[in-house]
Structure formats: C-alpha cells, structure tokens
C-alpha cells in the first residue's frame, strides 16, 4: 500500500536524531493517538543548515518526518513555513488516503519548530506561541476531513 | 523479492493443507453436479456434503443435522445473534456479550440495539478473562441469549465457556460461542458444555476460505437469514459450495485427529516464545492470560514504539505478524480488545501478535527471536517516547 519512495524513507529514514545546539525544536501529535514527531533545527542567518527527528508511529509517520527533514534543510524559513503537508507527501509519491493524517503532522511539526526558533529569539511572544503544539487527534483527523 | 517466508499470522488465515485440497478438487470440475439434483451427479455431490456435515458434527460431539454450512464465520456469528434476537422477540430483548467480542459479533449487536433490542457488553478482567458471576449477575428477566467467544483472536484468552453455559442452562437463556479460533486448538463439546449455537469457520484451521458452519443445537428457535431454496434442510438457501464444504469437512477431521499432538507443538514454540522475549526486550508487556491462552497465540506490547512500524520492519526481514495499531486498522483507535483489558493507548498502539501454526519450525522461531530485539531497539532509538524514558 505504501509507494517505494515511502518505503526507502522507512527502511532508511534520513537525519533521525537530535541536534545538540538546536535552536528551534518542535513535537506534534500525542501518544493517545499512536503519533509523535519532534523536529530538531539549527538555524543560521534565517537559513535552516540542519534538521533532525525523533518519530514515534507507523511508517508513514517515519518516512514524512524523515522527507520534511530533506525538504527544509538549506531553506529560508520563509520557505519552510511554505512547506505543505500535500508537498510533503507529493514529494513521497503520494501515501494512502487514511495515512494522510501523517502528512499534517510533518507540516506541524515544522511550523512547531521554526515557532520555537522565532520565541527564542524574540520575533514571537509566548502568549502568541502557537497552535501547532501538542495537536490531539481529533484536531488532525478534522483537518483530513477538511482535505 | 525476499528469499524467505517465515508465517507467524495463523489467527488470520492459514494454508490450506494439501490433504484437504486434495479432497476440494473433484468438486470443481468433474463431480460438479447440483447437490439439489436428482441424478447421480446431483447425488454425489449430496453425498459428499453430507459427509462433511458428519465430520463436522463429530468433531464438537453434536448431532449431524445439527450443522449448516455457512459463507463465513461472520455469517454464523450474524445468524445465530439476530436469528435468535428475532425469534425470540416476544419473550425478551436482552442480549448478554463482552467487549473483547470480534466485530462479527459487535457490531451485529450494535445493529440489533438500533433495532430496539438491549446489549450489555461485559467488562473483561486485564487477561481478557469474563468471570462467569458477572455474567449470572447480567441475566434479567428479558435476556435471551448470551453469546461469549470461546478464545480471543488478538490476545488467545480462553473464556471459562463450561461454567458460563452451565450458568446459561440453568436460566433457560440461549448460549452462542463464536469459536472461530478455538476449533481445532482446543476440544470443545457442545453437551458436556452446555452450548446451544457455535460458529466456526474452515480458514482457521487449514480449511479454504468462504466457509463456515453454525451449530444449532435440535429446539433452538432461529429464525433464517437466506430464503430462497430448501438446501440446509430449508434453514439456509443458496446452491452449496460443495468442494469448499469438502474442504471444512476434510479439515476438521483432520484437526480432531492431530489436535493433542498439534497442541504440543504450538504450546513449546509458544512458550519459548514468550519467555525469550520476556528475557530478552526490556519494557515489555505480555497481553492475555499466561495459561488460559490458545496454544499457538503470543502479544506482546513493546513500549514507546507503534505497531505498524514493528510489522514493516519484521515483514522486511521475511516474517509476516500482525498487530492491534490504529494504523493496521484503518482508524484512529487501537484495538478495542487492548482498550478493554486495560491498556493505555500508547502501548496498545504498539501491540504485536504471533499465532503459530503446522508448518512452523524451532528454526524459524529462533530466527525472529533473533531478529526481534534489533528491530524494536532500532525503532525506540527512533522514538522521542524513549528518549524521554531513557533519562
């Protein structure tokens, strides 16, 4: 059910780990619902020069997280943020219409991190700090239906 | 393409044995005829599917006109809950189920509870066990059928069935068991157990697929499902799948004959299982019950890790297993029978089951057990839960 490209993701998924001097960090998802990701990203004169991940979940979750790591590194993060959930799994050769969910996790998971970079260096107020931050399933599984 | 097959899903489906198919293949071909017909043709294949029935009868110690071949397992199960539910509307409304019941059996009580009929779904203890008082404690004055599994398909638990069918004919409510996985591991009679209906189907016992039978025992009122021709002694039309049939007669038989020493065999590779993995995987969880568990089944829960990953993994390295993850279901909710005995949903999300089987071998097990310990530390290494765990 999964295309080979999800597959290579899953069987080597690319920059798994953690970044020591991150400096912008984001989990999404919740264990209730069988997902977590966590993205690690240095970033450089607003340029993302490394990303990581930890993934807890199926192998649509691992291989997104492990394709949204290739796609943000060498990014502005203007051009992160422009990062869609569809681009994601587009750049997958597509994934099954139930594992779509995955997809919107690796855009939150992104979106969470780069906020983080933007708190830390004050270009956001915590009371601003966002939604994308510990989304439950249900969230997720609303916006599947909203596609 | 892999350069082996280890198959460790027999609760999903199993081979069909070359003796049985052996038995299956005039059916197609040359010994075609309508078992309805009045020709010889007609009459062997009659012949052929009454054999099967008294096979199949001898296998559960009932009567051979007791049996009616089924589709499915599924089907016995629709069968006996709302043929039962219906004929015996005018005496009461009140179903007596559990909640680690296969959806065959939940979801046809669901549709029965649309239809004005009371279900109550009873609680399981954390091996998966009902307690036959709770079931004494559910019966009302409008109960009219208790239908109980016999063994869990995910976790193997094996229902007290004697005492709960005792309990059943002591206050005159019908008792069903959806035996699905429990023929030919575990012997079952349906005197000595006091069961009134039971479903069982070909497929988890080496038998094809697209059949099954429902037992009713002589006096059941039961309504039918299929109308149309007088096959199945009027009770369930439709022309027979003679080889098919051949096939669950064949099957069973074969099953009844070998199952103390099939018993053996699935009970040593279990137990090795089992405690290798317990010895050898930190943060691990044996789900259902250590010995009230059908012989060849093993679940483990394998914290901070989901299932699906697990699966992709071990299917890379050849083996075939099957696990209760919402992503293996389809949906976003983890195996309701995991839910029921207790499990927090992360750790029910990152179930995996093993059901050994004829073909399997020492060797194999010992190349999973091998295999295993690699695997869930590669995707726990990966997991941000462990991480946090770790510290």
Avoid at chain 1, 47 to 76: H, N, P
Avoid at chain 1, 94 to 118: Q, R
Avoid at chain 2, 324 to 341: E, K, N, R, W
Wanted: net charge negative.
């Amino acid at each position: 059910m999964y295309s080979e490209k999800v597959m290579d993701h899953f069987s080597n998924p690319r920059n798994v780990g953690e970044i020591a001097d991150a400096n912008g960090v984001g989990q999404v998802g919740n264990p209730k619902c069988g997902d977590i990701m966590k993205m690690y990203l240095k970033i450089e004169d607003n340029i993302i020069v490394d990303a990581k991940f930890k993934t807890f979940g199926c192998g649509a979750a691992v291989a997104t997280s492990s394709m949204a790591t290739e796609l943000v590194k060498g990014k502005t993060v203007e051009e992160a943020l422009r990062i869609t959930n569809k681009a994601v799994a587009e750049a997958l050769d597509g994934l099954p219409p139930v594992k779509m969910h995955c997809s919107n996790l690796a855009e939150e998971a992104i979106k969470s991190a780069i906020e983080d970079y933007k708190r830390r260096i004050g270009l956001l107020n915590e009371e601003d700090a966002g939604n994308a931050c510990g989304r439950r399933c249900e969230d997720i599984h609303n916006l599947d239906d909203a596609d | 393409m892999k350069d082996r097959l280890i198959y460790l899903d027999h609760a999903a489906t199993t081979p069909v044995k070359p003796e049985v198919l052996e038995a299956m293949l005039p059916y197609f071909s040359q010994k075609f005829g309508n078992a309805s017909s009045i020709y010889s043709l007609g009459r062997e294949s009659k012949k052929a599917i009454e054999e099967a029935r008294d096979r199949t009868a001898a296998a559960i110690g009932a009567q051979s006109k007791e049996i009616f071949f089924t589709g499915s397992g599924t089907e016995a199960d629709n069968w006996a809950i709302k043929g039962v539910a219906y004929a015996n509307r005018k005496k009461g409304n009140h179903i007596i189920t559990t909640a680690i019941e296969h959806h065959a059996i939940l979801h046809t009580c669901q549709y029965l509870e649309s239809d004005g009929f009371e279900v109550t779904y009873l609680p399981v203890d954390g091996n998966g066990l009902v307690t036959p008082d709770t079931v004494r404690a559910a019966i009302k004055p409008n109960t009219i059928l208790i239908t109980i599994m016999f063994a869990n398909n995910e976790i193997g638990t094996i229902q007290p069935i004697s005492e709960i069918g005792k309990i059943a004919k002591e206050k005159g409510v019908y008792f069903h068991t959806d035996a699905v996985q429990a023929v030919g591991n575990v012997k079952i009679n349906v005197d000595d157990m006091n069961i009134d209906l039971l479903s069982l189907s070909a497929h988890k016992f080496y038998g094809p697929k697209g059949i099954g039978a429902l037992y009713i025992r002589k006096g059941t009122k039961i309504t039918s499902f299929l109308h149309g021709g007088a096959q199945e002694r009027g009770r369930r039309a439709s022309t027979e799948n003679v080889a098919a049939v051949v096939g669950l007669g064949k099957a069973i038989e074969l099953a009844s004959q070998n199952v103390d020493e099939y018993n053996k065999k699935l009970l040593a590779l279990r137990d090795h299982a089992i405690e290798e993995i317990q010895k050898n995987i930190p943060f691990v969880r044996l789900n259902g019950d250590r010995t009230s568990r059908l012989p060849g089944n093993v679940n483990f829960s394998f914290e901070f890790i989901e299932g699906e990953s697990l699966l992709l993994m071990l299917d890379m390295k050849g083996i075939a297993a099957s696990s209760g993850s919402a992503c293996t279901s389809g949906s976003l909710d983890p195996s309701h029978v995991l839910l029921a005995i207790g499990l927090p949903h992360e750790i029910a999300h990152g179930s995996l089951r093993l059901t050994f089987g004829e073909e399997n071998t020492r060797e194999e097990l010992d190349y999973l057990l091998d295999t295993l310990p690699a695997i869930v530390q590669r995707l726990r290494e990966m997991s941000p839960l462990y991480q946090v765990a770790a510290r």
